[in-house]
């Protein structure tokens, strides 16, 4: 990887076959797809970031070995909620990016072009129409295609970057490799007796179990704290997202929900601070010690510092940037990621923050960003990946997976196993209810607009996930009685094992 020169008064003038704003999963994914398609391609990423990555420098992670692995529920809950949101380039887009001694002309085949990496640029105007990119310093940057994957930001009610800096060592924001492997260390700081982790859905939920049933942390009280009623209850339907609070609680997580945090502040002097003061509003004024708190949003804003001055269409009701079924927003200008707002020709137009979605749009936009300059592969592809996400929450013993559009608000119905012998079994084959089951160890709930399957959330059905993928591909649609459709569309059980339960 070489670097261009920034910081000159000159104005300058470069052209890229590829140009990739960002450098986040779908920049990799994207990079990757263009190699294989054109080894010899020249490509440019243009990143934000102010200098390549250099060994940690944070007191409470430097003196860790090269190979520490961090424990794996947070390195799973890192790998599925933020490694798409990392916009610092942790890994190199392709190992074989880099010769020896940075020799851009090394005559061996094994060695790739090296990418040109332009840092620092957090100010950028397009021209499509000219297909080039002004940058904050004059300089101008002309492309054959060019791709936006620019990583989006964690949204909070909070603003996190206006947290008094006296905090930096009692706050983690939950976006990049070191803040996990900070999460995984808080058993070797002895001041930390108490930790308010500060978001209701997955990666919220995903680190206050992880820290909670880690036993390493025996002597340390989590908190979760969010504005919903339930935990995840944006996504699970009402008595589901119950059953979870119930779990966490087991456990010994103290649950607080229905409370909106508007304020950190420092306890103690600014220049020794002994904890955070969590301030927020709901049945009455909140205020609560913490000894750490966590920030674990896992909505996201799409984070472009272009749009509309730029002639890009910009999605008003999801956000992003809209696009095609190509993912190309106009001629030789592509989104990927959680830049995009793509249409879905099932479930209509939509913006996904997802890793699965990040990798899979990333490598369909490169692919066609090369084939379209090619005469021999010219033809673009169509984006049909269905993205799903999984969330595992090893200490409770869930494992949830969901395809589609997981959304609380939509009709549910929810299909559980109970065996014959259960107290709540009824003698009607698959009776549909509102009432729970005594317990939820496994089942499928089906989201529906009319009688049009919209998503499909296993909870603790790994097994079926392959049909679950499949069944959304064809575009399902149920007739006259659907709960009796939906009992034979998936197995999960035989029929007179299933409680069904609406919403």
């Known amino acids: 990887m070489r670097l261009t020169r920034r910081f000159t008064r000159r104005r300058q003038k470069k052209t890229h076959k590829f140009v990739i704003v960002g450098s986040g999963t779908a920049a990799h994914a994207a990079i990757e797809a263009i190699r ?13 970031e102010n200098a390549l990555p250099r060994l940690d420098t944070d007191p409470y992670t430097s003196a860790l070995d090269d190979d520490y692995q961090i424990a794996e529920p947070l390195m799973q809950t890192y790998n599925e909620w933020r490694r798409h949101l990392t916009a610092k380039l942790e890994t190199e887009p392709s190992d074989n990016n880099i010769a020896n001694g940075n020799n851009s002309n090394s005559n061996s085949s094994t060695f790739l072009p090296p990418l040109t990496l ?3 640029n957090k100010e950028m105007r397009f021209d ?39 905090l930096k060592d009692r706050i983690n924001r939950c976006t990049t490799l070191t803040d996990f492997t900070q999460l995984d260390q808080l058993h070797k700081r002895p001041e930390i007796k108490s930790v308010t982790v500060i978001g209701g859905g997955f990666l919220g939920t ?41 779990k966490l609680q087991r456990i010994g997580v103290d649950v607080v929900p229905d409370h909106l945090v508007t304020s950190l502040k420092c306890e103690g002097d600014a220049d020794e601070c002994e904890g955070v003061i969590v ?27 272009f749009g509309r001055d730029s002639c890009l269409e910009v999605d008003d009701v999801n956000g992003g940037i809209m696009v095609n079924a190509q993912l190309e927003a106009i001629s030789g200008l592509f989104v990927a990621g959680n830049a995009a707002s793509y249409y879905d020709p099932y479930l209509g137009r939509r913006r996904v923050d997802r890793y699965d979605h990040a990798v899979n749009s990333g490598l369909v936009a490169g692919r066609n960003m090369a084939a379209s300059l090619s005469s021999s592969t010219g033809k673009m592809k169509n984006y049909r990946h269905q993205p799903m996400f999984r969330s595992h929450l090893q200490g409770i013993d869930v494992v949830i997976e969901g395809i589609g559009e997981i959304n609380s608000s ?18 009607q084959t698959g009776m549909s209810s509102t009432t729970p089951p ?39 649609e149920m007739h006259d009685n659907v709960v009796e459709e939906l009992q034979h569309v998936i197995s999960i059980a035989p029929t007179d094992w299933l409680h069904v339960i609406t919403t």
């Open 36 to 48: 294989q398609e054109d080894p010899e391609a020249d490509i440019l990423v243009l990143s934000d």
């Open 118 to 120: 332009l840092l620092g």
């Open 128 to 166: 499509a129409e000219k297909n080039r990119i002004c940058l904050g310093d004059g300089t101008e940057i002309r492309y054959e295609k060019c791709l936006i994957a620019s990583s989006a930001a964690a949204l909070y009610v909070l603003d996190s970057n206006r947290i008094s800096y006296s």
């Open 206 to 246: 995903e680190v206050a179990t992880a820290l909670a049933t880690d036993p390493r942390n025996a002597e340390l009280t989590t908190r979760l704290v969010f504005t919903e009623s339930a935990p995840m209850s944006r996504s699970l339907p009402f008595y589901l997202a119950q059953e979870l609070t119930t």
């Open 279 to 305: 301030e927020g509003l709901g049945k009455g004024k909140m205020k609560l010690h913490s000894d750490y708190v966590v920030l674990a949003s896992t909505h996201t804003d799409p984070n472009f510092r």
């Open 410 to 427: 939509l009709r549910t119905i929810g299909l559980w196993v109970q065996p014959r012998n259960s107290s709540i079994h009824t003698r």
């Open 438 to 476: 005594a317990n939820f160890e496994r089942g499928i709930v089906y989201y529906l607009k009319g009688n049009k399957i919209m998503g499909i959330l296993l909870w603790n059905a790994s097994d079926v996930l392959e049909s679950a993928k499949q069944l959304m591909l064809s575009r399902p």
